[in-house]
């Protein structure tokens, strides 16, 4: 029976940066090789998992937020005032609605509307589920073109419908272009948001493929929800009886219907063809050398490389020589009794 000696210890690693602690795996022996003599100077380090210490803040502030704007609406929902009775009237201003109007302990539905609550009604008649519908369908093109480009990690988040809602704002702008006052103003302020967001998606560990699918199908279902009749139109339908008007022969100007048009065949066709792409398995990165970069550009001080790191490293007396797995990038190191941690950043780095 074999035994295991210090130097074929096998770390794996998840490298993050400004951390300090190591948690060790479970140890595996590496395969044997047959006709082959073992060094006993090669160590082979994988990944080592480094876990910075950090306070949880993201859902405490939720909590917080939520809780707040809780006392907030019982605070404008006043039962005691608007209310024959009330739950828990000892609570005063904030006591509940009774449980015939609300059972889950909570504000009337009147005070929910002053606060920013949908009425259904509004929704429907005013036609304001057309933006639920470019958020939704955005949020599918998002994730189609993030699965077609990443496919080696999960990608979660509301970001690519989010900014169809943005890619809408604009394409609402340009096929209504002749009803806004300050239209150019209106348009720069609308591109130089949607630039600045955009650019923060060539960060590492952001998804930008999804903003940029979202954006896409948001822009394309603008033209065809959000294209608004012209005002001369208007006015001569809903005009009172005996007073005249310019008569004007057409509810849409041309350029309107042919966006329309036009986006609404590049939509379909472009959901067709990539969910077609996707079921087949195809990675647009090998069709595409340098679409990566539209998702992150590496830096010095990241790295877009999302793969394990792996490095091979050799001891002769207090020289080690470090070879990446990953492309074969070989250097050597003059250090005297280095820690694990200390190789796996100079693997790291060697591997960048």
Known sequence: MAMMTPQDIQIRVHSRRGSNMIHPVSLESPQAQPAATPNPNVVIFREVKHFKKWFPWLIPSFVIANTVMF????????????????????????SFQPFSENPLLGPSSSALEKMGALDVGKVVHKHEVRIGLI???????????????????????????????????LS???????????????????????????????????????????FLSGFLLGFVFLIRPQFGWVTQR????????????RKFKAYQCILWLVSLILLIFGITVGMVTLLRG?????????????????????SCNTQPVSCQAEQTGSRYTLTCSNSSKSRTYSLLNP???QIQGLCAQLCR
């Open 339 to 341: 820690t694990a941690t």
């Open 135 to 169: 958020y939704l369908i955005s949020g599918v093109g998002g994730s189609l073109l993030s699965a077609l480009f990443i496919q080696t990690n999960i990608s979660v988040g509301a970001s690519g419908a989010l900014f169809g809602l943005l890619g809408g704002m």
């Open 238 to 249: 809903y005009a009172s009886p005996g007073y005249s008007s310019t008569p004007s022969s």
């Open 282 to 302: 195809v990675n647009l990165n090998d069709r595409c050398s340098w679409c990566h970069y539209l998702s992150c550009v590496p830096t010095s001080r990241w």
């Open 71 to 94: 006392v907030i609406t019982m605070y404008v929902n006043n039962c005691p005032k608007n209310s024959i009775s009330c739950a828990a009237r000892f609570l005063g201003r904030f």
């Open 172 to 214: 609402e702008l340009i096929t209504n272009w002749s009803i806004y006052v300050n239209k150019v103003a209106a348009f720069l302020t609308l591109v130089l948001i949607i630039a600045i967001n955009l650019a923060v998606g060539i960060l590492p560990h952001v998804d930008n493929f999804a903003h940029i699918g979202g």
